[in-house]
């Protein structure tokens, strides 16, 4: 129950900044709806596919995939306020990160896989939508440049394990891992904590014939 | 029987139209034909693999796959005509991509799923081929900022619910969406019709930052 | 066992040079790792998702998932060794192209499919890790452009069928095409051999417009 409420906020903030991506590079309408929802149900989609979890969440669900496009067009209306809502966007989209990734974790346990799938499970709900989003916007995806993002996806995962593992209820592991992953994020953005960057120059001699590696 | 010749008439038309993209960024010949065949056959894998229904159409007619790789070596063939050809094609591609809406459309109806779905299958089915073969040759998708050419196939699912709601039989369905939506088409290429266009801008100061949105 | 061990090997070199793109992105560490693991796992996971063949290699033997995982870390560690030892790379690179090839092809046989889906099948095995790691980093994908890589997977496949067809035993069938496939991309490597490249150029006056093809 707590988990469809944050799921429906969180498809609905993933949507907003997908339309967002769209408007920055002027789309059309038809393509501001297609990215919000990639952005916001293409993680679980992905995920659904490569498990083959049939059907895919927004196939059982239409109303899910009305909601974001409902949520695209909206965000046409209020573009001009979104700058003042960067804050919020920001914790929302922190909540949408943890509560995908709780769900997708959920999923692959109750189809039986142990923790490395679970794991990739619950990290791909989490970030795949903006990745989807990124590669239809021809960026080189944000999620792998940016600050602690995937990582506190992967975080929360153990966090969840663990809580599983000590005997939790599902009700206290959820909200566990909920607040944990979400501090956790707050405080990557407030100190703008990063991974380290891998950083690989070939030498200028080899640089044409390199890329044949 | 109808929908089969337009299905074949459409890869094929797709396949030359994606041998051309790949000619533009002067890939070799397999490019070429991974190109056309993503295009032709991308857009009905896509709508298969979301909605869990096997085998793909390729895979079970692999004689359509012959089909798109021989129409591919074919345009490489005939390139320098195809330029005076460009008004042909452009009407084989408006009669794809209602052809790929309607039976993007059928399949979705076939397996029980109601309008919302269906919707997105057609959709689906007619557009994302294009939109692979953008994300191939590291473009913008063009289907986001061209002339209307989604929402024909939006529109054109509409129709095809509206005739079978008033009770046509099948055949006259597919016609009669077949007409409407390859004349809507025509129009919107002729007046050079367009979607509003979603334009966003960051504030300056803010681009930096923004992106974390 | 063979092409387990095969396997193996390319998909820790797979892994590798996955690695070492994402690191000429600058991407961090978990970039670095889920471009390793697309890179290694995406051509099996593609051909598994559109063959319908659950569950995928990875979900079914998660160990591979965590060696392409280790194998991107250790390719941060020895990130500077990594420049000379590119010949033993490329050497490592065509292993795994033919064994992906070998076994793609395999599983489509074991499948039902007959000789046009099984060649999909190896050739999408042996080459979609690396075209959807050049969208993952943004660039046209280098398969395309490439000395014959992908003609490669091809004509093993095609030596693989013959092997069969003349009543070779399985053994000898993936050793004669491993052989025969390695030894052709030694050759076009050595020798620089290219597929001829299709280049299209629309006239000036036209190019605003033709892009609507």
Redesign the interface.
């Known amino acids: 129950m707590l988990l469809t409420i944050i799921y429906i906020i969180a498809i609905t903030a993933e949507a907003m900044?997908g339309?967002?991506s769209?408007?920055?590079?002027?789309?059309?309408?038809?393509?501001?709806i297609?990215?919000a929802c990639v952005t916001a149900l293409g993680g679980g989609?992905v995920r659904d596919?490569?498990?083959?979890h049939?059907?895919?969440g927004?196939?059982k669900h239409?109303e899910y995939?009305?909601l974001t496009c409902c949520a695209a067009l909206f965000t046409?209306l209020i573009?001009n306020w979104?700058?003042h809502l960067?804050s919020i966007?920001?914790l929302l989209?922190a909540l949408g990160l943890i509560g995908f990734t709780i769900i997708g974790c959920q999923i692959a346990i109750q189809m039986g896989?142990?923790f490395?799938?679970s794991a990739?499970a619950g990290i791909m709900t989490g970030v795949s939508g903006g990745?989807l989003r990124d590669?239809?916007?021809?960026?080189?995806?944000?999620?792998?440049?940016?600050?602690l993002?995937?990582?506190i996806s992967?975080v929360s995962v153990i966090c969840y394990w663990l809580c599983i593992h000590f005997g939790l209820t599902l009700e206290w592991t959820v909200v566990t891992t909920l607040v944990f992953g979400f501090s956790l994020r707050v405080i990557a953005?407030y100190f703008g904590l990063?991974?380290?960057?891998?950083?690989?120059?070939?030498?200028d001699e080899?640089s044409a014939s390199?890329?044949?590696?």
Chains 1, 2, 3 share one sequence.
């Open positions: 900044t339309a967002l769209a408007g920055r590079r002027s789309m059309d309408w038809f393509g501001v297609l990215i989609s596919v490569l498990l083959g049939y059907p895919l927004w196939v239409p995939l009305v046409i573009a979104m700058r960067r966007f920001l989209d896989h142990g490395v799938v990739v990745i590669i239809l916007c021809n960026d080189v995806p944000l999620v792998f440049r940016r600050e993002y995937a990582s992967f953005i990063e991974m380290p960057k891998f950083i690989y120059q070939d030498d080899q390199s890329k044949d590696i």
